[in-house]
């Protein structure tokens, strides 16, 4: 078994990044799945890494409280914007948070607590591979069992139509607040889990750039369901090693693979609709489904 | 000092209101929020250091092609995507993405061309002199940036304003189905709006790269944000707002950085667009708009 433990030391940080990589796509999917365009992931998911990284290195708290922790601020960070963001809606949703985000980003830079520009040095690497396991399974069958619940049915509905969902007596408001909150915790799990096997974090990893790349990744494999933005954020973490040939160009890909996505694949890699299409390839298009 | 600050922000806040007034266009008309603006605006730029280097051209002539380049690449971007999407009347979140593909691919396209450290213009192309009044330095250069910003403001305000097509293109905004039942040929002014959107952004790159001599292939994240932070200031696809607000956000920048701190600089204009959604969402001089059921 010489060669799996090669193969470990090798890859190890790649496939710890695959599983915090899911946890974010799927941060974005919770509001992607009511219609809310939050780029609030990357800055929740940046308070998040640095709320548990300064626990760890100031007060040697044990892995577990960390981590609450990392869930817990973000949390509350997200019900006090919520008040006043979450008025808004479509493009007006995806500047207000881009601007948190940046607003975010800015404080931690000029922070001396967070070390500013350089960042944090010397994080233990208290993360398992079994954590990010047991995280990311915990939280996929509590997706799954939301979305096929009473809450899971009401976000469909507000996605389809805020008016008439809130027509039907649906809370809109309680449950755009609720996938909002919740899209921080899960980010923000992602960051502690995250500032924990990389040694190291710097401001630079939670920008503009960080919160495109998560809602590239929910966009790439497709929204409609839980494994879209979990094949997405797969695909987009393996690539580069996979492009490690072209060198500089190798950005330029990610941006292509975004354009044609939206152009030639509007429902993403993933659409369940498609593949049955596939098999039955004689129905007529556009017929009852 | 204060003169000197003043003449600073007000070349800044020009520049700002230039390329503001590009994104705000591409919005009022398009319905598009185009986030790929930022990096044609850094195409702008090498563009014109480019021209200059290989062909020697003068300076004014160097930032025409410029805004061709750009221009055509704006028309580009909106025949091979944009186009596509709004036949398949796509929700106006997609397009929004689709354009955040093209900034990433131009950005990491401008790094391999030309490589990731700072370019600058020759000095010899620069225009030289200096005017001392007082004890206020005025450059040229700060001159020639201020008046060429004006001028094509100017321009694009007296089409908008005066001419049949600004009107057309204001009917578009309205709405653009009872534009086309009124016999305006939509798709061809889709299509304009997009060239000129795009020119007038690669001048803004051409201008900022002239005013600090510094070009790198990022240098189009930062203006992005600043660009909407203005047109969010000034009411999205405001043409009177972008330029005020453009203006007022230089001011608030480099008089931020001059007596408060020069981190806080950057914030101001975050923590300013994310006052005014609380309070306006519609910015200072936008109209309330009615929400569409």
Redesign the interface.
Known sequence: MEWLDTFWSTYNTLIYTLGVHALLALSIWLTLSCGLLSMANAAFMGIGAYVAALLTLHFETPFPLVLAAAALVPAIVALIIAIPVLRLSGVYLAMATLAFGEVVRIVILNLDITGGPEGLNGIPQSTQGWHIALILAATIYGLFRMKRSRVGRALEAIREDEVAARLMGIDVDRHKLFVFTLGAVIAGIAGGLNAHFTFFISPREYGFENAVDILTMAVLGGTGTLIGPMLGSSILTLLPELLRFLNDYRGAVNGLILILVVLFLPKGLWDPQRFKGWFRPQTREGGVQ | MLEQQLINALTLGCVYALFALGFTLVFGVLEV?NLSHGAVFMAGSYAALSVVEKLNTPLWLAILIAMLICGLFGLLVDVL?LK??RA?N?P???P???T??????????A??LFGAEIRRFPEEVLPAGEFVIGEVHLRALELAIVAIAFVLMAVLFVILKRTQLGRALRAIAESPKAAYLLGINVEGLFHLTSFVAAALGGAAGVLIGLNFNAITPFMG?PIL?KG??VI?LGG?GDIRGALIGGLFLGFAEVFSKGYLSS??G??IA??L??LI??VR?SGLFGRVLERK?
């Open positions: 929020i995507i596509p999407l398949r796509a106006h979140l997609i929004m993405i689709a955040i593909g093209v900034g990433i691919f131009l950005t990491n396209v790094q391999g994240q944000h909407i932070a969010i999205m981190q806080m950057d914030a975050f923590g667009l994310f959604l609380l969402p059921a």
